[in-house]
């Protein structure tokens, strides 16, 4: 098969940008209705290993699934991730007590570590030039845009049932039928990838000041995510209203990812990350 040549249909671009809204969508599912979804699938500690063992499953598993992808190509190992995790979602729902749970968001951690690497992947190797940085901004929001779209309808859900929003889940097997019927597939090529320059070379200072701001914002957002449901709950919000608070906060997101570009030409990056730390620090749990 002759490598890819022209640019990608829209139908395309949807659909990757589509599948990136799966990387946030991961733990927000299930966020809206935590407390009682806790109780029913026997979890009396630990709750927030709910929503965090699928992002710790990224980072543990994120280098095997780059071996994946180099092995079984970008493609292949798209599909097979997408597939792998509408099931180990779904599954979620039909299973009992802490360790099985806990290894079941695991394993859903190590299926989006395949589509995270394997998604950016393909965009980087569909589009070039400014079509590329286009679409990797709109990847961007793409993902803050799937925090609104799942909050909401997963806090929907949960009012019908403690199990309905694993339903959501299997929204990645349609994103898998997109994917086959709209994004050209590529030829394999492992080569091009480089093995051999800069893996002994010693990390720049300015970078480990990135993994430290990424990590405590992390630490910021997931201590959040779960602490919110559970304080909502104890002030009478029902799940919905708790999906519909959840997911104004990802609205809010996605207009400051808009505008942070213009933020940060302004007044610089390490001011706009002190800021916005700063921020974190002034919010209380209600």
């Known amino acids: 098969m002759t490598s890819h040549t022209s640019t990608p249909s829209a139908l395309a671009a949807f659909t990757l940008l589509a599948i990136a809204c799966l990387t946030i969508m991961v733990g927000c599912v299930i966020v809206p209705g935590l407390p ?68 079941d968001r695991l394993c859903l951690g190590a299926a989006t570590a395949v589509i995270m690497s394997s998604g950016t992947g393909l965009i980087s190797a569909l589009y070039t030039g400014s ?24 806090g929907l859900l949960a009012t019908i049932g403690w199990a309905w929003p694993f339903v959501l889940y299997l929204v990645a097997w349609i994103f898998a039928a997109m994917l086959f019927c709209f994004v050209p597939r590529l030829q394999h090529s492992p080569q091009e990838r480089g093995d051999e320059g800069g893996r002994d070379a010693a990390v720049p200072q300015s970078l480990k000041i990135v993994f430290t701001a990424a990590v405590m914002s992390m630490l910021c957002f997931f201590t959040g995510i779960i602490v919110l449901p559970i304080a909502l709950r104890e002030l009478g919000l029902n799940e919905a209203q708790t999906g519909y608070f959840l997911s104004f906060i990802s609205l809010i997101a996605v207009g400051a990812a808009a505008m942070m570009p213009r933020f ?7 001011r706009t990350i002190a800021i916005a730390f700063a921020c974190k620090r002034s919010v209380k749990s209600p």
């Open 36 to 103: 009682r979804i806790a109780e029913e699938l026997g979890i009396d500690h630990g709750v927030g290993l709910l929503v965090t063992l699928p992002a710790l499953g990224v980072v543990l598993f994120g280098p095997i699934a780059g071996r994946l992808v180099d092995r079984f190509g970008l493609y292949n190992s798209l599909m097979a991730g997408l597939i792998a995790y509408g099931a180990l979602g779904m599954a979620g729902a039909a299973i009992h007590g802490p360790w099985a749970v806990y290894t």
């Open 131 to 154: 079509a590329r940085l286009t679409m990797i901004a709109r990847q961007g929001m793409s993902i803050e845009l799937g925090g609104v779209v799942f909050l909401f309808i997963g």
């Open 264 to 270: 940060v030409n302004r007044i610089g990056e390490h």
